[in-house]
């Protein structure tokens, strides 16, 4: 009998499954086709020259969209800054969103041609989500409009720089329309002035004011100012998606009633502890007591007038407060401080790990959850175990021991929260899908927020850099979730430093913010309304909102928290229309059970009452799915049969 060769078989088994393997990735069919089936627009960007002077630069996009799967793919000529493909895979999926598709059933190709080596950065995402949508409509762009500014995963036209250079650069194109962010008819830009002083030539910088709008006005171009990505599609396309606007509040009373007990518990928490510690702590802590007390009287107040988010965050601080008092009345009077500081670190790293395991539980047993509430819950055990690291690190005792209590307090209020969450949500959150859409996120995030580094220190504004310093700690936040398997955190963080980011670089050179805010609650009102006629209750979002309305915040906090909510609104929407669900059901327990589990930390599951629109069953396989199916068996069988 003719001996059979193991080894060159299995090679070619094996060979036989890396080629069907590679055969089905899907290739760029736009690849083939000419430019004329493309949609076209022009990029608006800016580049530095060897003197430092910066210019304006038009580039060429083009788009073409194919039913797919959701690939995204993005060709650049020549190559440029990678922040190019987060911010073609968000336009992708904004356009489809304000359509109402699902961008996993197309495929997208975005086509660069670049003459000149142009600066980093997202402000071309919104001309890239107009001829997305362009193309998916197949509707005819106007060449003679220029637009510049970044994409908000909610639609909206974010921030930008450079942009006189750039109108610049649009007039000299024969552009006959420009359009900017709403918000920025008016910059400051940074100049470079030279001096001739006898044989030298001095160079300084200057910030400058500058009126884009009477600028535009002396090149013969017109310049508008959009807020949402459909009005750039209407001024481009002719075309027009309505926005919906909805009358009435954003804080309803089921919002006001999940929220209740867990004010009214907290409230009576601080009131115990507090008249506990007034006779026992150790009377140079008394100003830490007052400030306690002074926090408990507001979030009565806010409590007494039905604001019972803001009560509660009133009422956190106040334990924070509280729980440090109690922890240094305990240290003063130890007679080993160092073994009474291990004792304290022991409970607080137990009190999270209490947290992360109901959190994790809740996560994959709770009959509903509620995805903005599941990403509050781990966004705060993360914070937790950020806060124990800082205290570990600390030389001060004081220091340490603040750091301790807060952290000790942010894992309970993680626990809250998950409580929460289980009131009302959808069943059975797909775990990969929802770390794709966290890494498209952090992506973005990132790009932004490098973008508006750059932004801050051309203009010197450096007054807004504590904005920037917090979302890039969002970030952080955000990829530590990521890496620990809390991808709903991720995402929300994300988004917050996304805000961050975007409202540092709208606050160049403003002083008043009034317009500003004005235009923010109309918005995250709208937006909160909007996620609630999807069946969904933006708690998270709602609560930001509240506080934002309620809470003792400047002008700038307020913003921050009132854009915040909007972003979260409709990117909730999106995320659980991405992840197929369109029904949301309720929990069985109450606020106030769920609220008891909550306290007392076993984990939690019941009856199921909300299922996705379509069940997540892996998909079919065509022939190349099968011929690798059994050229993998066969490889194994080999493998297995040389083993014998």
């Not at 959850?369 to 205290?391: D, F, P, W, Y």
């Not at 850099?465 to 955000?478: R, V, W």
């Not at 327990?589 to 909300?610: F, I, N, Q, R, Y």
């Amino acid at each position: 009998m003719r001996s059979v060769n193991i080894r060159a078989i299995r090679a070619a088994a094996v060979a036989l499954a890396v080629i069907l393997l590679v055969s089905s990735i899907p290739c760029p069919a736009g690849a083939e086709l000419p430019l004329s089936e493309f949609k076209h627009v022009k990029l608006a960007a800016v580049y530095t020259t060897s003197t430092g002077e910066e210019r304006g630069v038009l580039t060429d996009l083009y788009v073409y969209t194919t039913p797919g799967s959701g690939h995204v793919f993005v060709d650049t000529h020549p190559f440029t800054q990678i922040d190019m493909q987060g911010s073609a895979r968000l336009a992708a999926m904004v356009a489809c969103d304000v359509l109402g598709l699902n961008y996993r059933d197309y495929d997208f190709y975005y086509l660069v041609k670049v003459d000149s080596p142009v600066a980093g950065g997202p402000s071309g995402g919104a001309s890239m989500t107009v001829a997305t949508i362009a193309s998916l409509l197949n509707l005819s762009m106007r060449n003679d409009v220029v637009m510049t500014g970044m994409i908000n995963p909610d639609g909206s036209v974010g921030p930008v720089g450079g942009i006189p250079s750039k109108l610049r650069a649009a007039a000299s194109e024969g552009a006959t329309m420009f359009l900017i962010p709403k918000g920025q008819g008016t910059v400051y830009v940074k100049r470079l002035h030279q001096e001739q002083r006898g044989p030298f030539v001095l160079i300084t910088e200057k910030v400058e004011k500058v009126d884009v709008i009477e600028l535009g006005r002396s090149l013969g171009v017109q310049v508008v100012e959009i807020e949402d990505i459909r009005d750039a599609l209407r001024i481009f396309t002719g075309y027009a998606i309505e926005e919906k606007k909805y009358a009435g509040g954003a804080l309803t009373e089921q919002f006001k009633q999940t929220m209740r007990p867990l004010a009214e518990r907290l409230l009576n928490e601080v009131e115990t502890t507090y008249a506990r510690l007034s006779q026992t702590s150790a009377p140079s802590l008394s100003s830490e007591l007052g400030s306690a007390s002074s926090m408990m009287e507001h979030a009565k107040s806010l409590y007494a007038k039905g604001a019972y988010y803001a009560s509660t965050s009133q009422s956190f601080g106040a334990l924070i407060k509280l729980r440090y008092v109690d922890y240094a009345s305990g240290y003063l009077k130890a007679q080993n401080g160092t073994e009474y500081l291990a004792m304290v670190q022991d409970e607080v790293r137990e009190e999270i790990d209490r947290s992360n395991k109901s959190v994790r539980d809740a996560a994959n047993t709770a009959d509903v959850i509620n995805l903005e509430g599941l990403g509050a819950a781990e966004s705060r055990v993360q914070k937790a175990q950020e806060l124990l690291a800082q205290a570990m690190e600390s030389q001060s005792v004081a220091e340490q021991l603040s750091l301790l209590a807060f952290a000790y307090e942010r894992a309970r209020s993680a626990q809250w929260w998950i409580a929460i969450a289980q009131q009302e949500g959808v069943k059975g959150l797909d775990e990969d899908e929802l770390r794709e859409l966290a890494a498209g996120y952090i992506s973005q995030a990132q790009s932004i927020a490098a973008y508006s580094s750059t932004l801050l220190q051309e203009s010197g504004a450096t007054g807004l850099m504590p904005l920037l310093d917090g979302a890039s700690s969002d970030i952080e936040s955000a990829k530590t979730q990521f890496q620990e398997g809390f991808y709903a955190g991720a995402i929300y963080d994300a988004l917050r430093s996304m805000v961050g980011s975007s409202v540092a670089i709208e606050l160049i050179g403003q002083r008043e913010l009034s317009e500003n805010l004005k235009r923010a609650e109309e918005s995250a009102r709208n937006a909160i309304i909007e996620e609630r006629r999807y069946g969904i209750e933006p708690i998270l979002a709602a609560s930001a909102y509240e506080n934002a309305m309620e809470g003792q915040l400047g002008e700038v906090d307020r913003l921050v928290e009132l854009e915040y909510a909007r972003l979260t609104a409709r990117t909730t929407v999106r995320v659980l229309s991405d992840l197929g669900y369109a029904e949301v059901g309720t929990s069985v327990k109450s606020v106030e059970d769920l609220l008891g589990k909550a306290s007392s930390h076993p984990s939690s599951s019941s009856t199921s009452t909300s299922t996705p629109s379509s069940e997540h069953s892996p998909p079919a396989m065509g022939d190349a799915g099968w011929m690798l199916m059994v050229a993998l068996l066969v490889a194994g069988w080999l493998r297995a049969t040389q083993r014998k």
